[in-house]
């Protein structure tokens, strides 16, 4: 392992065992715990199975019971912050696999800068050391995209299909990953795809078939079903917000219209269409590119979005980074309308559920405005700089004429 790598995961390793001891204090020591409350929700899942129940006992525990498998040691050591460490250890495994997939695309120096916005980054950080799973989920599609870069389809799709498994949206990649495959490969295309497609269903129907035997119906329902419906409008920054609101109320817009029920039309369509980019540079650059704009987009779109979902697209962002065209002025604007946006969102957020102040409206409403305009005009300047690097240069045209 070279010596700078080594450094930069022995660094993130420090932070993140800070951050974790920090949490321990606080959570010992002040009445705001650091611990999030979903990690809680976990922990007491694992409690059921532990004595051979069911982790749907647990209320509110809306995930495949291999997360609450997951979190078993806790009972078997006695110690509620053990399943931490895993998600700890998951965080920093995705970080390895960014500078690998980073390999070859730009200068060592640069390859590490990039991955630092994984490795080092306080916000990824405190999700993982907070007790959320979303490390779990950004590891099982690292070793999905790790194996495909090597050609390895098999255990590419045993990934990709489990990844599914264990949240439903990585099923937007599908079309990039055989649009890269189909385009890419010189022979033997229809061979390919069917490989990958089959480990996929593979790794996607075998956990699915075992709990569903295990669990039932109720494994469907809190794992799958339950998402197509849910109208959580707490901690929420999606433009569908106030809507939710007024339809958990049992209040409509128009007599009869649940509009939430439409929330997955625009971003499936975006995510449909932006693959696109590949029929104009079908590699695995642009591939990782894609996913990164669909991911952006889908949480945009999303009519439940809260911090955690940012780490989908968060863990994307550094290839995306590696070729981009934007000057540091673009990009300064980027990060300052990204951060600007959940400000204003956030003080609303603030003023209702520590303040008690009724700011659903207007003041949450033009907040959650706010954050969809400003991440819309970010995933056009995002799109706009992809298809401006998909152009064939003046040199390449010109071989082509010749």
Known sequence: MNKHVFWLLFASLLLRIGFFAYGIFQDANFEVKYTDIDYFVFHDAAGYVFNGESPYLRDTYRYT???????????????????????????????????????????????????????????????????????????????????????????????????????????????????????????????????????????????????FKIYGTEFVKHSYTYHFARTDHRHNFSIWNFVLLLESADIRLFDKVEFAKFAFVPQLLLCAALPYLLLKS?????????????????????????????????????????????????GAICILAWIASQAVWLSQAYRLEFLGQNVFFPNLLIGNVIFFLSNVYLLDIYLSDIKLRSRPSPHELEKKKN
């Open 65 to 211: 019971p291999l997360l609450s498998w997951l979190l078993l040691p806790n009972y078997y050591t006695q110690w509620i912050h053990m399943g931490k460490i895993f998600f700890i250890l998951f965080d920093l495994i995705t970080g390895a696999i960014i500078i690998k997939l980073l390999d070859g695309t730009c200068q060592l120096k640069k390859q590490l800068c990039l991955a630092s916005i994984w490795l080092l980054n306080p916000m990824v950080i405190t999700i993982s050391t907070r007790g959320n799973a979303e490390s779990v989920l950004c590891f099982l599609i690292f070793c999905s995209f790790y194996f495909l870069k090597r050609n390895e389809l098999v255990l590419a799709g045993l990934f990709y299909g489990l990844s599914i498994h264990f949240k439903i949206y990585p099923i937007i990649y599908a079309l990039p990953i055989a649009l890269f495959i189909f385009l890419s490969a010189k022979s033997g295309r229809i061979m390919r795809l069917i490989t990958i497609g089959l480990s996929t269903l593979i790794g996607l129907l075998v956990p699915t078939y075992a709990m």
């Open 282 to 330: 079908p590699n695995f650059e642009t591939m990782l590119n894609v996913t990164f704009l669909q991911t952006f987009a889908f949480v945009t779109f999303n009519k439940v979005c809260t911090s955690q979902y940012f780490i989908w697209y968060m863990v994307l962002l550094p290839f995306y980074l590696a070729n981009t065209t934007l000057n540091w002025k673009n």
